[in-house]
């Protein structure tokens, strides 16, 4: 027997059994279909047919600087409004002294235009900003800038407890005139989450502050990512990862974000609350995040309009990802400590362009031109080109491939549904709008051009009909491979004091954070990818009592009693035939059944199966509290032929085999 090649035969899962009678539980009400009667889908492998790809690309992720999910979110830095700029000082920093003052000066400093004055007169002045979380026997390091204008006062940097007491107290030293970066380092003996960060100047003189750090020190020489959410990102295992944005990305200013901490741009988060940025975790980090996710990056240009500096702009960026060592893009990447290219191979142009006003038309023309001109720099690169935002907007996805499809790989849709109550039921729209699109690409004068779903999601919820959507979308994903090929979710983090009204994967604080209802599906499902798509089968009916024939006579059978949109299944297989993946999501509030036959010619004598399962109710939320409330439930079953699985209400299983 040829191993390399099975499906299994069976297995049993939580009441499950044999096929051969079924069994009828005390049921409720909830638990029967529209006739009442126990239900069940069913689905039917032939492992000896041939089978179609299914992309890895399925499984990537959106880190968007929108919601403090990059500034106050992944990039560790914990200090806000670290320049003064904008209403920094106002916002987050709180002045205070004793004969002395504090005051917002008109003070160039590097790329902004404001710092903070601090005059003492016999007394003390300073600023403090809170809300500082401290890990216990944990390094901390940063630095103060300071400019020394009269007098020689005493310097010091404290940090206190919500009590008042001094967790750590450290001099800052000062020479000369001059601008210069004053650093410190402590180590919290506690944890605290509530503590307090002080710079404050004793004795007579005046003196200037400007950008202030904070960061754990293993976290500043690690990437500059806070640790938790981090590992929460890393637990997705993305296959890529895209970047900047969102609208974000299409005013994205890349120079102003590389080099030196301190000598970066001030922009302030316009689309997205207009809280402080200050560019800290730009390309050179991305790509450094990109490397320890072991995931292919794919950057989003700005690609406003077609005037030769806008596309100078923008393939600058591309030369200063891919150029040689020796290239003037090359050597300022250098300079910034990374000598080699990234070699970086996916390049979006722009994002929603028709947020911006343009039409189809006009947005083809851009297309045409960026895409040119990074075929020029990256003869191996991979353009996505920006498809619809809605489902019911054929027509602009229809007119860029006409217009554009010599000039762009990927045509990059949205496909989000905004209303929870239609969890399940929207599934079905956007499935039928993505399959016309693929047939209409494989029609079209550009039939190499594959399809993406670059922001899908369900939003304005994160409880668990937003893992019950993500258990369906990513079914119906895999299911339409080869002609969809790269998909990622949207929002990946955001920190609950924003908006509530665009939900996540990723929830965090400035301490913690907890998941969404997506993101233990998206976990799940990703960890048990497989890379051939088999079989697939959707809704429910009446249970029989000799399920054999459901399988034995199919062509003759009469199902009875359907239910649409009560379950959805697939079935998956690894490349080399060892592995056989089978996900199911039940939407309802009955439990169904699934049966699952095996049929070919290489299955396995022998081999290993487990069943994964989440459940919970439909409304159901995590929180920091109960951060583990959608944990899998995993056991061993049994091999088989046949394998029936009971499925809870509103729940989702991946049963997967291992040829031994």
Not at 68 to 90: N, P, Y
Not at 202 to 220: C, E, H, I, Q, Y
Request: glycine letters at 8%; aromatic letters at 10%; charged letters at 20%.
């Amino acid at each position: 027997m040829n191993r390399r090649q099975f499906f299994l035969t069976s297995l049993a899962a939580a009441a499950a059994g044999p096929l051969g009678a079924a069994e009828t539980p005390l049921l409720t009400l909830d638990d029967r279909g529209s006739s009442g009667k126990p239900q069940v889908t069913v689905l039917v492998v032939d492992t000896d047919r041939v089978s179609t790809p299914i992309s890895d690309g399925i499984y990537g992720q959106f880190l968007e600087h929108i919601n403090h999910s990059i500034e106050d979110g992944l990039f560790a830095e914990q200090i806000r409004g670290a320049g003064f700029e904008g209403e920094d000082f106002k916002t987050y920093w709180l002045p205070f002294a004793d004969h002395g003052e504090v005051e917002l000066a008109d003070v160039a400093f590097n790329n902004g235009i404001r710092c903070v004055r601090l005059r003492i007169a016999g007394g003390h002045a300073g600023v403090r900003q809170g809300r500082v979380f401290l890990e216990e026997n944990v390094r901390y390091d940063g630095w103060v800038w300071m400019k020394l204008e009269s007098g020689s006062p005493d310097i010091e940097l404290r940090v206190t407890g919500p009590d008042g007491k001094a967790m750590a107290m450290q001099p800052l030293k000062i020479t000369g005139s001059d601008w210069q970066e004053v650093p410190f380092s402590f180590t919290s003996f506690r944890r605290e989450e509530q503590a307090s960060v002080e710079i404050v100047a004793n004795g007579k003189g005046t003196l200037l502050l400007d950008f202030v750090s904070l960061m754990r020190a293993d976290a500043r020489r690690d990437g500059k990512l806070r640790p938790d959410l981090f590992q929460s990102l890393q637990g997705l295992h993305p296959s890529f990862v895209r970047w900047p944005g969102g609208s974000y990305a299409s005013t994205y200013k890349w120079k102003e974000c590389i080099g030196p901490y301190a000598s970066r741009g001030y922009h302030p988060n316009m689309y997205w609350g207009g809280y402080s940025g200050y560019g800290g975790f730009g390309t050179d980090e991305f790509l450094g995040l990109c490397s320890k996710l072991k995931c292919e990056p794919l950057i989003v240009l700005a690609c406003p309009d077609t005037k030769p500096e806008s596309v100078q702009y923008a393939m600058d960026w591309v030369r200063y990802l891919n150029g040689a060592p020796t290239s003037e893009m090359g050597r300022l990447r250098a300079a910034n400590g990374h000598a080699e290219p990234y070699g970086v191979k996916l390049f979006q142009i722009d994002n929603e362009p028709m947020n911006n006003g343009f039409t189809p038309e006009q947005y083809a023309e851009i297309v045409n031109l960026y895409g040119t001109e990074i075929r020029k720099l990256v003869s191996e690169a991979r353009i996505v080109a920006c498809g619809q935002k809605r489902s019911s907007d054929m027509d602009w996805s229809e007119k860029v491939v006409d217009l554009a499809g010599d000039n762009f790989d990927i045509l990059g849709c949205h496909n989000y549904e905004y209303e929870p109550e239609n969890y399940q039921s929207g599934l079905p729209r956007l499935q039928n709008y993505l399959t016309k699109l693929i047939d209409y690409v494989r029609a079209s004068k550009h039939p190499h051009i594959e399809v993406a779903a670059l922001e899908w999601s369900l939003q304005h919820t994160y409880d668990w009909r937003a893992g019950l959507h993500a258990a369906g979308s990513l079914i119906m994903y895999e299911e339409l491979g080869p002609g969809l090929t790269m998909t990622c979710p949207a929002l990946l983090m955001r920190n609950t004091t924003d908006d509530p009204k665009w939900t996540s994967s990723i929830y965090h604080n400035h301490v913690t954070w907890f998941p969404g209802g997506s993101y233990p599906v998206e976990r799940l499902f990703r960890e048990h990818y497989a890379e051939r798509y088999l079989a697939s089968a959707m809704g429910s009916f009446e249970d029989v009592p000799d399920r054999s024939q459901l399988f034995d006579k199919i062509s003759t059978a009469i199902p009875s009693g359907w239910t649409e949109g009560a379950m959805d299944a697939i079935a998956t297989a690894s490349a080399d035939g060892m592995r056989v993946v089978i996900k199911t999501v039940n939407y309802g509030p009955r439990r169904n059944t699934l049966l699952v036959h095996l049929q070919g010619q290489n299955l396995p004598e022998r081999a290993k199966a487990k069943l994964y399962t989440i459940a919970a109710p439909v409304n159901a939320t995590a929180s920091f509290d109960r951060p583990d409330i959608f944990t899998p439930l995993t056991k061993s079953i049994p091999y088989a032929k046949n394998f029936s699985v009971d499925v809870d209400p509103y729940s989702v299983a991946v049963v997967e085999i291992q040829a031994e």
